[in-house]
């Protein structure tokens, strides 16, 4: 079966100041911010889709209805612990020219596990954190993506779904107990699909950030722009969460989230960095308001340091 049909496109930076309403795995809260930071984009291709799921959008299947959040398949070729709180669809694989992707396919409603109303649907894999916080220390995970549907919903702010997030706990009070430190997010971008019709075309990504540990809403966290990429284009993607010394100051450290995208670095130091206790990383789909989120990973590996 041949998978991929390619077409070089060069994407400018892109993107003026927009409100963005988005949901922190820990908080659950709904987040509006207009301080968006743009940065430039990469050289992306264009793939032929051959495993979109084009059926009707509902909230619940009997296949997906899972009874446990740890609900997987036997030896899964994604890494990580399954977190399943959708019953939309289970967690499942195919094989497409000799690289097994990991289908995560969620829907809006579709979270049966949580009290109705309250978290988010998500099909999520969780791995172990690295739990000392001396130089050295870290947690990194890299894995392929293709990204072929997004939530959208008749809000902008509401639109797009998550594809991987850092976590780490903090001293000090303060936000949730399990807070997220930094989300990436797929929002849609639409274009004509030759028949009159509006269809996802790319998603811009971004990087959810708090300003402050614990931090929520417009003045807790920034949305930062990142890149864009191009529907079903396999992009290479690393995630990297640690403690590092200080550069200006070795007496101190500094705790990163970095991430590399489809080969360009989207460095980013995590505010209060003596306050990090952990550094975690999940990946897969958690997010969608409206409509339905199909997401793609394979070649995943995960490894990690602890250093006190």
Not at 5 to 31: F, H, M, P, Q, Y
Not at 103 to 123: E, F, K, V
Not at 142 to 159: A, F, M, Q, W
Not at 245 to 268: F, L, M, Q, R, S
Request: glycine residues 10%; proline residues 4%; charged residues 25%.
């Amino acid at each position: 079966m041949r998978f991929f049909k390619s077409r070089i496109i060069d994407i400018s930076s892109v993107l003026a100041l927009v409100n963005i309403s988005l949901i922190s795995c820990g908080t659950e809260e709904e987040i509006t911010s207009e301080d968006i930071i743009v940065e430039d984009t990469p050289t992306i291709e264009v793939a032929e889709i051959v495993d979109e799921e084009t059926g009707p959008i509902v909230a619940c299947t009997q296949e997906g209805t899972n009874p446990e959040r740890a609900t997987d398949i036997a030896n899964p070729a994604n890494v990580g612990a399954i977190d399943d709180r959708s019953c939309y669809a289970n967690y499942k694989e195919i094989t497409i020219d000799g690289t097994v992707w990991g289908i995560y396919n969620i829907t809006t409603g579709s979270n049966h596990m949580d009290a109705p109303n309250t978290l988010q649907p998500r099909i999520e894999r969780s791995l172990s954190r690295s739990q000392t916080t001396g130089v050295g220390s870290f947690a990194k995970f890299t894995g392929t993506v293709r990204i072929l549907e997004v939530g959208k919903t008749d809000n902008d702010g509401s639109d797009g779904t998550y594809i991987m997030q850092a976590k780490g706990k903090h001293t000090g009070g303060g936000g949730p107990n399990d807070p997220a430190i930094c989300l990436y997010l797929a929002k849609p971008v639409y274009g004509d699909d030759g028949n009159g019709n509006q269809v996802q075309q790319s998603f811009d990504i971004f990087r959810e950030q708090i300003n402050f540990r614990g931090g929520s809403g417009a003045d807790g966290r920034d949305i930062v722009f990142l890149t864009n990429i191009e529907k079903n284009v396999p992009i290479e993607i690393e995630l990297e969460v640690g403690f590092a010394e200080d550069p200006i100051d070795a007496t101190k450290k500094i705790h990163y989230a970095n991430a590399v995208i489809g080969g360009v670095a989207y460095d980013w130091n995590i505010p209060e960095p003596d306050r990090g206790t952990q550094s975690g990383i999940r990946y897969g789909a958690y997010r969608v308001k409206g409509g339905r989120a199909q997401i793609r990973w394979a070649n995943t590996t995960y490894e990690k340091a602890e250093n006190d």
